[in-house]
């Protein structure tokens, strides 16, 4: 060796991967220079790409190992055979004095700048030709962990070039076209951080499934990291977003989810094992891993480091148990989303429902996959899986690899959003649902199921081959307008798949969705606990374990859902409806029975605003106040405007404003804008009292068409009647818009007309409508249909009012 066989990563960079393999450059690259941003990594060294080679001429193994690839190659061997015959030469060799004696003598000085006397180190593989933009050679080679004295250290160093030729690093290598020999191994020896005490995960600079780049995705688990990335757990999600990350007071987490967690890998004390699997404690399992500032400081690293690379980045992080300190120990580029197209996107969708799914879990990917269920629990039977069936098992590692490239879809019992098994579907573009809990015992080995992550964050399986869509859009061809195009949302965790639209802001985000589908009891039951059943009871017990109280439990999911409905399109406007469900939806929540009357009538009856200030509901309004003032104020969604549903008098509208004034929300305080829904005759008739209240009106033409025409929106026998193409209808419309212009207020609408009928979509665009909000699906084509109307002859040009602030 003419260079020196070790080099500290304080004196590397990325420019190094040619020495020292793509891990250990990014880990040098990130001591050198993100450590004065306050982006902590811990210290180590590396060997070169030239100790490797010194290792393989000073053993004379090159020619053996040449002739186990070429039986390979050939057909002669399998390839657990090749694999295993060329390890055992490295694991049979001795490391070159010169090499053993650098690495004992960088160790002794690690030791010595740690301060400690047994220091334990983990032991890493860096191929040169890992972690590069178009490749991701993660989880292809070994990690040692809990790594103590020279001769552990050294015995490390020789598993470490061995698994140059693990099985799945010989299979990838050929997959992606590298020559073997092309290839050297660097080894990092790292100190380690003791997370076995506290917890460690994974963190990707850019939600993985949809693209969307303005969030940090982090799983966190307790103990060593290992068990994330191995998929052996299900771990915590948090969510940040990073846009608001340096607002003054804001603090983005959009999104926390507790993950079961129930193993942890520890240090092993005693014996030959230096880690060892044990199970959490229940109190564990019920509590996040990290509290809110650990979470916003992970972000913040999470642009800095991204910002440094120019690229989104996949790092690994670790809490240390003693010092309570977060480091980051790998950074590496994302090389799945970050390669795909930023013009267009691919939707799926299901003809028809599944029914009630066989089994759900984490989405990955956004796409649709059917075909017979491959059962394989052990890896020592993956021979036995059939090319284009879905692969269902507890979770897989890089073993599974050639596998998992021949399947249809993948299906998981463990594992979460960055599992083994998650970052190699994506990568092989394959879907997958993982950390269903349960699959491999519900679903029957050669059973025909449709595996569905066309439905957001979470993923289903669904019993059969049912039929689905496939369209490609193409985000170039949609037309500018001058009307602005929102849309209406109210899931959460789909929120992220439409982001590349260019929506200008939410028009419509549904309340009651994240109280029905995430909340999923009546705020009124969590307040008074004691007027509901036992078992309503103890069912509201479960649901709101780890929170500091029921309501606490209350205000965070809605606020966190909001905030999450927000993010696509921030900074423009998301238009959050106060809840407006109808006496027999709210009855079926969670207690709701204890607090509703029945109505014959619900759809006219004790809804929307008039709940607000009501006695029998005030209390629960208190929490969607508190929710989203939130929003607001402490996640910092300024762009959130609030809008009251079904308010029937200029009264009325005055008492819902006081008391969202008691409750902190005062219209002009902050920014804070309130519009009202246009859906009642009244809104119309009286558009001028209602417009001095409220700084904006959007129509819903859903409920304006049945209250104008009198046909019950929900019946059957009356669909034939129900059209807001209705001359009647249009003329309510038409007036208010033009008494809301005249006011000096913006309108919109949000109901589902435009996304039904282009012809509907042209008159509102006629009447000089300033937005009209669609649904995502509608999006592309409505946009046209606009555009088209704005060129008509006979479209008069849109003026610019001026609107009220």
Known sequence: MTESPILWFDKIGIGDIASVGGKNASLGEMVRTLSG???????????????YRSFIAANGIEAAIRAQLATYEEGK???????????SLFLDSEVPPALADAVRAAYDELKNRAGASNLAVAVRSSATAEDLPDASFAGQQETFLNVRGHRALLDACRRCFASLFTDRAISYRQTKGFDHFDVALSIGVQQMVRSDLAGS????????????????VI??????GETVVQGSVDPDKYLVFKPLLEQANARPVIEKSLGKKALKMRYAEGGSKRTRIVETSPAEREAFVLDDDDILELGRWAVIVEAHYGRPMDMEWAKDGESGLLYL???????????LSRSSFQRYQLKTKGGTPLVTGAAIGSAIASGQACVIRNAADIGQFRDGAILVTGTTDPDWVPIMKRAAGIITDHGGATSHAAIVSRELGVPAVVGTGNATTVLGHEQNITLCCAEGDVGSVYDGLLAFDREEIDLGAIPKTRTDVMVNIANPAAAFQWWRLPAKGVGLARMEFIINALIKAHPM??????RVSAEDNRLIRDLTRGHASPADYFVEILSRGIAKLAAPYHPYPTIVRLSDFKTNEYSHLLGGRAFEPEEENPMLGFRGASRYYDERYREGFALECRALKRVRETLGFTNVIIMVPFCRT???GDRVLAVMAENGLRRGDSGLQVYMMCEIPSNVILAEEFASRFDGFSIGSNDLTQLVLGVDRDSDLLAALFDERDEAVKRMVSEAIR?????????????????????????????RIDSISLNPDSFVRTMAHISQAEQSPHAEPTPAPVLAA
């Open 329 to 339: 120990v790998q950074a590496r580029p994302e090389t799945v989303q970050a390669g």
């Open 219 to 224: 799983s966190a688990a307790w103990g060593l």
């Open 525 to 530: 039951a969590l307040l008074h606990p004691e």
């Open 37 to 51: 941003k306050g982006v902590r990594v811990p210290n180590g060294f590396a060997t070169s790409a030239g100790a």
């Open 650 to 652: 200029p009264a009325e």
């Open 739 to 767: 008494k809301a212009h005249a006011a000096g207020i913006k309108i919109g609408i949000c109901g589902q007309a435009p996304s039904n009928y282009p012809d509907f979509a042209a008159f509102l665009v006629n009447e």
């Open 201 to 216: 995960g994974v963190m990707f600079s850019i939600d993985t499934e949809s693209g969307f780049p303005n969030v940090a």
């Open 77 to 87: 061997a399998t390839l657990q055979e090749a694999g295993h015959a060329i390890r």
